[in-house]
């Protein structure tokens, strides 16, 4: 190996070790489901499971002081709030199609991906249109170009996967707990 690639392999691992924590604990693996019967048939229902009527509360309610900011404050300044809990509300954009393990806020063009603490509850794969409620904390993160793809895959939008390309700096939201309503018309 010549010493250039000794020096890029070794930048790049420096780089991934400190952003990986914006994706831990992310993976599809076993979740027992639910046998529900629907008609005359069993069928297996998991906690993110598309449903009617996704309005309802997910996670576990923070026993702390909690701070209500706007998307777009928390976008402007992350470093503000960092360590503290704060709610957010905004309209969801998107939601992991594959297990409901994120969802993308949107409001005024400014965009926040969340994810849930500890990989412990998800919000339904259909919730896009919904408006969130998110209790939580943020940081500012830099997502390596392999999880920003995989979050495109999730999404369905084959579109966005062409577009990915390179890592991407975010704001990293980890909700404790998310309440769901149905947008007015």
Known sequence: MKLRQIFFLFAALAWLAPNAQAHEGHNHGNVKAKMIKQGKKLVKKYPWS??????????????????????????????KYKGRFVSVTAKIHDAC???????????????MRVRFKGYKFF????????IATVVGTARKAMLPAHIVKHYAEESGDKNALRKVYKPQQVIAFTAHFVTLKKASK
């Open 123 to 130: 919000v339904p794969t259909n919730s896009k249109g919904y």
């Open 50 to 79: 598309a449903r009617k009527d996704c309005s309802g509360s997910y996670g576990t309610p923070v026993q702390a002081s909690v701070e209500s900011v706007t998307l777009a404050s928390l976008m402007k300044a992350p470093a």
């Open 97 to 111: 199609q594959k297990k409901g393990c994120w969802m993308m806020l949107s409001e005024k063009g400014q965009f």
